[in-house]
């Protein structure tokens, strides 16, 4: 099996930054999984966020968070990190990470293998 754990979320003004840490673990979790994040405000549904491939080479951003958020991963470390920058209310949710067994990037959450239970961010005005 495999283990996500997130961490770094918190309350953080308009504007501010976060630095959202998810370290993998487990006997079959191999470093070249691509590797997510995703992301769920209330009443909506979870939405892609950010991607990267198991080499760190191609990674994939939402619209919304294209210029301002950086995926990357340390693959000595087994870690995947979202830098959050310019955070605006609407980026408010639980942010979920989330493996993937094949080494490519991808969108859809369906075709992820294992989650974490998610990190709480929330952004004031």
């Known amino acids: 099996q495999v283990q996500l754990v997130e961490s770094g979320g918190g309350l953080v003004q308009a504007g501010g930054s976060l630095r959202l840490s998810c370290v993998a673990s487990?006997?079959?979790?191999?470093?070249?999984?691509?590797m997510g994040w995703f992301r769920q405000a209330p009443g909506k549904e979870r939405e892609f966020v950010a991607t990267i491939s198991g080499s760190g080479g191609s990674t994939l951003y939402a619209d919304s968070v294209k210029g301002r958020f950086t995926i990357s991963r340390d693959n000595a470390k087994n870690a995947v990190y979202l830098q959050m920058n310019s955070l605006k209310l609407e980026d408010t949710a639980v942010y979920y990470c989330a493996a993937d067994r094949t080494s490519y990037p991808t969108i859809y959450y369906p075709d992820y293998d294992y989650w974490g239970q998610g990190t709480q961010v929330t952004v004031s005005s």
């Open positions: 487990g006997r079959t979790f191999s470093s070249r999984y691509g």
